[in-house]
């Protein structure tokens, strides 16, 4: 459940109430205080603002923002099906509650209309500020009394509070599934980014301008979109989508050696750094270890390096993160692919293919740690990696 109250100016008001009103499919909910026509029925658009315009005059008060605009978000699963009768009484609610947090709005011009686009049933108040006893309703801290009267009505029915739906969890669970997208499309085009996770039950509204687009919204949840903007890095916005697309197919590169023996060295060649390659944990199959005898804790000299991230990087070695230059090895393969596959299948390796992995599984611990191994303790070391 999600209240938005923002106080926006007469020249700003105008348009609002024409959009509010006029909006395709849109439905009267409740006017009030507003004169209607001699006929009976309600003003439009102008006679609204004009009404409003003038009693604001009238009251003598001065001000810079003599709107507010009110948008009621309820959760879309819960007032799919409502009646009218509902909507009035959400409305009705909400001015409650409203009222409870200092801003009064049962006794001033407004109007109240119900919105279906985009499969989003929610609400616009469009309301003076003056009410009709001559006083300027406050507006301080309006956003965070209006967070407080949508939970509010949020716990008198059940439903999620506006600080759970607006969580930083959400925007970093949306943005890391749309990370997963971007990694598996073999060739960038927003278009199919935006139907990929359509099918991921994402809802996506995309603003474009020219056949460019220029901004979009997205979440699970109808009433809680978040923009390309807010979502954690700000690196799916439609300036930055495809750099970033292309970060996570380019790996930056490094000249290197690899120890593939203790005696000896062949070109080799890594990135930068792991975290820019491993996103998550890499388990490496326990059969490497049960089979071969290799123990891990003396392999790897934990206590000169990091060791979860010589845990980590002797995985990425293994699984063909790190692609070595020449044509030894079972680590063949590009983009990260190398010998993952396989090993993921390791049962049905054959004993000789298994014999291979478990001596690389030997040399991916060592190189791992010696990567690893802080600086000043390389500069010690007749066989260090540089």
Same mark, same amino acid.
């Given at each position: 459940?999600?209240?938005?109250?923002?106080?926006?100016?007469?020249?700003?008001?105008?348009?609002?109430?024409?959009?509010?009103?006029?909006?395709?499919?849109?439905?009267?909910?409740?006017?009030?205080?507003?004169?209607?026509?001699?006929?009976?029925?309600?003003?439009? %658009?102008?006679?609204?603002?004009?009404?409003?315009?003038?009693?604001?005059?009238?009251?003598?008060?001065?001000?810079?923002?003599?709107?507010?605009?009110?948008?009621?978000?309820?959760?879309? %699963?819960?007032?799919?099906?409502?009646?009218?009768?509902?909507?009035?009484?959400?409305?009705?609610?909400?001015?409650?509650?409203?009222?409870?947090?200092?801003?009064?709005?049962?006794?001033?011009?407004? =109007?109240?209309?119900?919105?279906?686009?985009?499969?989003?049933?929610?609400?616009?108040?469009?309301?003076?500020?003056?009410?009709?006893?001559?006083?300027?309703?406050?507006?301080?801290?309006?956003?965070?009394?209006?967070?407080?009267?949508?939970?509010?009505?949020?716990?008198?029915?059940?439903?999620?509070?506006?600080?759970?739906?607006?969580?930083?969890?959400?925007?970093?669970?949306?943005?890391?599934?749309?990370?997963?997208?971007?990694?598996?499309?073999?060739?960038?085009?927003?278009?199919?980014?935006?139907? =990929?996770?359509?099918?991921?039950?994402?809802?996506?509204?995309?603003?474009?301008?020219?056949?460019?687009?220029?901004?979009?919204?997205?979440?699970?949840?109808?009433?809680?979109?978040?923009?390309?903007?807010?979502?954690?890095?700000?690196?799916?916005?439609?300036?930055?989508?495809?750099?970033?697309?292309?970060?996570?197919?380019?790996?930056?590169?490094?000249?290197?050696?690899?120890?593939?023996?203790?005696?000896?060295?062949?070109?080799?060649?890594?990135?930068?750094?792991?975290?820019?390659?491993?996103?998550?944990?890499?388990?490496?199959?326990?059969?490497?270890?049960? %089979?071969? %005898?290799?123990?891990?804790?003396?392999?790897?000299?934990?206590?000169?390096?990091?060791?979860?991230?010589v845990a980590r990087g002797a995985a990425a070695m293994l699984l063909?993160?790190?692609?070595?230059?020449?044509?030894?090895?079972?680590?063949?393969?590009?983009?990260?692919?190398?010998?993952?596959?396989?090993?993921?299948?390791?049962?049905?390796?054959?004993?000789?293919?298994?014999?291979?992995?478990?001596?690389?599984?030997?040399?991916?611990?060592?190189?791992?740690?010696?990567?690893?191994?802080?600086?000043?303790?390389?500069?010690?070391?007749?066989?260090?990696?540089?």
């Open positions: 459940m999600i209240i938005k109250t923002t106080p926006i100016s007469s020249s700003h008001g105008a348009g609002v109430i024409s959009y509010a009103m006029n909006k395709e499919k849109a439905e009267l909910v409740k006017m009030q205080n507003l004169q209607y026509t001699s006929y009976g029925f309600p003003p439009d %658009d102008n006679s609204v603002f004009q009404q409003m315009v003038m009693h604001q005059k009238l009251s003598g008060k001065k001000c810079k923002d003599p709107f507010f605009r009110i948008e009621v978000c309820p959760p879309p %699963d819960e007032t799919e099906n409502w009646t009218m009768k509902q909507w009035q009484q959400l409305c009705d609610e909400t001015l409650k509650r409203m009222a409870e947090q200092d801003i009064d709005l049962r006794n001033t011009q407004l =109007i109240c209309y119900l919105h279906r686009d985009s499969g989003k049933l929610h609400l616009h108040i469009i309301a003076s500020r003056i009410d009709m006893n001559g006083r300027l309703l406050n507006a301080w801290q309006c956003k965070n009394k209006s967070i407080a009267a949508a939970n509010a009505i949020a716990k008198a029915h059940g439903w999620s509070l506006a600080s759970e739906v607006k969580s930083p969890e959400r925007k970093t669970e949306i943005r890391n599934e749309a990370m997963e997208v971007l990694a598996d499309m073999e060739k960038f085009d927003i278009k199919d980014f935006f139907a =990929i996770m359509r099918e991921r039950g994402y809802i996506i509204q995309d603003r474009w301008s020219k056949g460019k687009c220029v901004g979009y919204s997205i979440g699970k949840e109808a009433n809680v979109l978040f923009k390309s903007s807010q979502l954690t890095g700000r690196d799916l916005m439609p300036s930055r989508i495809e750099e970033t697309w292309k970060k996570l197919h380019t790996t930056p590169m490094v000249a290197y050696t690899y120890t593939t023996d203790y005696n000896t060295q062949i070109p080799f060649r890594i990135p930068k750094t792991l975290d820019d390659v491993i996103q998550e944990d890499i388990e490496v199959p326990d059969e490497l270890y049960d %089979d071969s %005898d290799l123990d891990r804790d003396e392999e790897w000299d934990y206590e000169l390096a990091d060791r979860p991230r063909g993160l790190m692609m070595p230059s020449g044509e030894d090895g079972p680590a063949v393969g590009g983009g990260g692919g190398g010998v993952q596959g396989e090993l993921s299948r390791w049962d049905g390796l054959s004993a000789e293919r298994q014999d291979e992995y478990i001596v690389w599984a030997r040399m991916a611990a060592h190189n791992a740690n010696e990567f690893y191994r802080p600086s000043k303790v390389r500069k010690g070391r007749k066989n260090s990696i540089r």
